[in-house]
C-alpha cells in the first residue's frame, strides 16, 4: 500500500492540484497548459489492452509444486525430481465470456500453469477436462467464432454452437462432459484438470515416453445445476474469483494431486487408436495414473491487471526432459500463444515480472517495444560470433524422432480405427442415473432453441455412442426415434446431408 506517497506527474514532479483544472477566470474554460490534466486524460484512454481472444474472463494465484514420488525413469526434468519445490503462478478462465462475462456460465474452464523451474519456465496450459472438442488446428478458431458472438446479432447463438459442433462428430465427447454435471463447476478448487495433449518425457538416457497431465482436486468434485448458478449469475458476476481470492486470504489453500500416465512409444506404435488425437483419452484401466507430486495455491496477486491480465501462457515453454508430441493440435498451439501475446502485451511481454524466469535469461533477443532493461548492453548482438557468447547447451538436445508417412492432409475420420463416439459412450455408461438425467436435462435445455435439423444430428450421435443415450435425448427433445434410427444408418457425410437445413423441415421455419 501507498497510502503516505506524494503525487507526481509520470516523470516525478510534484503536482500542485490533482481536483481543480486551471480555467482562464473562475468562471472560465479549462486552458491547454493544464499538462497534468493533458497527461492523466491520455493514459487513461490507453488504460484497456485486448482481452485475450478466448479465455479472456479469469483468475489467478501463487502456489507451489512439490515432488512426492519418483518419476526420474520417464524425465530429466529437475522440476519433476522427487523432493523438488518450485513455485508458480495459475491462471483459472472460462473460455467463451469476455472480460466482463459472468464466472458461473456452463463452459470449460481454462487452467494455465506457470512453473518458474531452476531449468526456466515451463508452462502447461490445460482445462478441466481430459479431452478437447476439435483435433485439427483449422478448426480452432472457427470453434471459437462458433461460441463467441454472432456478426448479425451481437448476441451468443445456441444455433451457431450446435450447428459448428454436431458438423463435427469428434466434438462428442466434450460437448457431453460440458452438458453433464461438471458444466458448471461449484469452485475453481473444486474441479480436476488436466493437460489434455500428449506430451513426452526423456529421462537422462534419452529415452523417450509419452504422457499425459492430470491435477485431481483435494477439495473434492463439487458442481453447480443450471438453477443455482444463473442465481448466482444474478447476485456476483466473479463468484468463483471471489471463491478462490477469500480461501488463500483465510489459509485455506486449495491443492492438487499430479500424476502422468505413461505410454512407451512401442505402445503407441501398436495402440488401438491414435495416441496423439485430443479427442481422445488414455484409459486408466490400461495406462494407470502414476502419482507426482501436489500442486498448491497459498499467494493472491497483489495488483488483478500486472500479475493477472498480464500473465501470459504458452505451451511452446517447456524445459529439458519435457517436449511435445505429433499431437497437429498441440503443434498449432506452440504457434498461437506467442503470436497472441506479442500483440496483446508486446514483444518484451516475457519481461513483464509475472512471466519473467527466475533464472537467467539470456535469449539475446534485441530492441523492440517497451525495452525497458539493459538491452544486453554492448554484447555482441550476432551469433556465431568469435567471444563465446550466446553458446547453444547441446547437452539438452532431445532424442530424435522416428516419423512415417507421405506429407498430405489426412482427414482423421479416414483412418479405420477411428471411432468419435466410443469415449462419450462409455463416459454415458459409468454415469449414474441421477447424473444421465441432468445430461439429457442439460442437453435438451441448451438446444431448446436450435433448430430440429441439428437436433437430430446430435441425436444420431447419442444414439451411435449408446441407445439409451440416443433415446433419451430423442425424448426429451420431442424428436422422432424411427428418424434417428433411420439416419443413424448413414454414415458421417450423409447425415450432414441429410440434416443440412434446405433439406431438413426445422421447427423454426
Ligand atoms: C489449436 C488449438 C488452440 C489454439 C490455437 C489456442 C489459442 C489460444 C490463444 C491465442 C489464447 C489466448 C492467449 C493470450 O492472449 O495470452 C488461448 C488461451 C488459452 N488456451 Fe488455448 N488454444 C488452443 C487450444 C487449447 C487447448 C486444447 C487448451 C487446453 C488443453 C487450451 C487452453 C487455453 C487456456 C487455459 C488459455 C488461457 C491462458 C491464460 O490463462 O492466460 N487451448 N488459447
Not at 489434455?196 to 453447480?224: A, L, M, P, V
Request: proline fraction near 5%; charged fraction near 25%.
Amino acid at each position: 500500500m501507498n497510502e503516505h506517497k506524494k503525487l507526481t506527474n509520470e516523470v516525478g514532479a510534484p503536482v500542485a492540484d490533482n481536483e481543480n483544472s486551471i480555467t482562464a477566470g473562475p468562471r472560465g474554460p479549462v486552458v491547454m497548459q493544464d499538462v497534468w490534466l493533458m497527461e492523466k486524460m491520455a493514459h487513461f484512454n490507453r488504460e484497456v489492452i485486448p482481452e485475450r481472444r478466448m479465455h479472456a474472463k479469469g483468475w489467478g494465484a501463487y502456489g507451489k509444486f512439490t515432488v512426492t514420488h519418483d518419476i526420474s525413469q520417464y524425465t530429466r526434468a529437475k522440476v519433476l525430481q522427487p523432493g523438488t519445490e518450485t513455485e508458480l503462478f495459475l491462471r483459472f478462465s472460462t473460455v467463451a465470456g469476455e472480460r466482463g462475462a459472468a464466472d458461473c456460465e456452463r463452459d470449460i474452464r481454462g487452467v494455465a500453469v506457470k512453473f518458474y523451474t531452476e531449468e526456466g519456465n515451463w508452462d502447461l496450459v490445460g482445462n478441466n477436462t481430459p479431452t478437447f472438442f476439435i483435433r485439427d488446428v483449422h478448426n480452432f478458431s472457427d470453434l471459437n467464432r462458433a461460441v463467441k458472438r454472432d456478426p448479425h446479432t451481437g448476441r451468443r447463438s445456441a444455433q451457431n454452437n450446435w450447428d459448428f459442433w454436431t458438423l463435427l462428430p469428434e466434438c462428442f465427447h466434450q460437448i457431453t462432459v460440458v452438458m453433464s454435471d461438471r458444466g458448471i463447476p461449484a469452485s475453481f478448487r473444486n474441479m480436476h484438470f488436466f493437460g489434455e495433449h500428449t506430451f513426452s518425457f526423456y529421462n537422462d538416457k534419452n529415452q523417450r515416453f509419452w504422457c499425459k497431465f492430470h491435477f485431481k482436486t483435494k477439495q473434492g468434485i463439487k458442481n453447480f445445476s443450471n438453477e443455482e448458478a444463473a442465481r448466482i449469475n444474478g447476485m456476483d458476476r466473479e463468484y468463483h474469483g471471489k471463491d478462490l481470492f477469500d480461501a488463500i486470504e483465510r489459509g485455506d489453500f486449495p491443492k492438487w494431486t499430479m500424476y502422468v500416465q505413461i505410454m512407451t512409444e512401442e505402445q503407441a506404435k501398436n495402440h488401438y487408436e491414435n495416441p496423439f488425437d485430443i479427442t481422445k483419452i488414455w484409459r486408466h484401466a490400461e495406462y494407470p495414473l502414476i502419482e507426482v507430486g501436489e500442486l498448491e495455491l497459498n499467494r493472491n496477486p497483489e495488483n488483478y491487471f500486472a500479475e493477472v491480465e498480464q500473465s501470459a501462457f504458452t505451451p511452446a515453454h517447456v524445459v529439458p526432459g519435457i517436449g511435445f508430441s505429433p499431437d497437429r493440435f498441440l503443434q498449432g498451439r506452440l504457434f498461437s500463444y506467442g503470436d497472441a501475446q506479442r500483440y496483446r502485451l508486446g514483444v518484451n511481454y516475457n519481461h513483464i515480472p509475472v512471466n519473467r524466469a527466475k533464472v537467467e535469461v539470456n535469449e539475446y533477443h534485441r530492441d523492440g517495444a517497451m525495452r525497458a532493461d539493459g538491452n544486453y548492453g554492448g554484447a555482441p548482438a550476432y551469433s556465431p560470433n568469435s567471444y563465446g557468447a550466446w553458446t547453444a547447451q547441446p547437452e539438452v538436445m532431445e532424442p530424435p524422432l522416428d516419423l512415417e508417412g507421405a506429407m498430405y492432409r489426412y482427414d482423421p475420420k479416414d483412418d479405420p480405427t477411428d471411432d468419435c463416439f466410443r469415449a462419450g459412450g462409455d463416459l454415458w455408461r459409468v454415469l449414474t442415473e441421477e447424473k444421465k438425467q441432468i445430461l439429457i436435462e442439460n442437453t435438451a435445455g441448451d438446444m431448446a432453441s436450435v433448430t430440429e435439423n441439428i437436433k437430430y444430428r446430435h441425436a444420431v450421435h447419442c444414439y451411435l455412442a449408446d441407445p439409451e443415450y440416443g433415446e433419451r435425448f430423442t425424448e426429451a427433445a420431442g424428436l422422432c426415434m424411427d428418424k434417428v434410427k433411420e439416419l443413424s444408418k448413414l454414415d458421417n457425410n450423409g447425415l450432414i446431408q441429410a440434416t443440412l437445413s434446405s433439406t431438413m423441415q426445422s421447427n423454426h421455419d
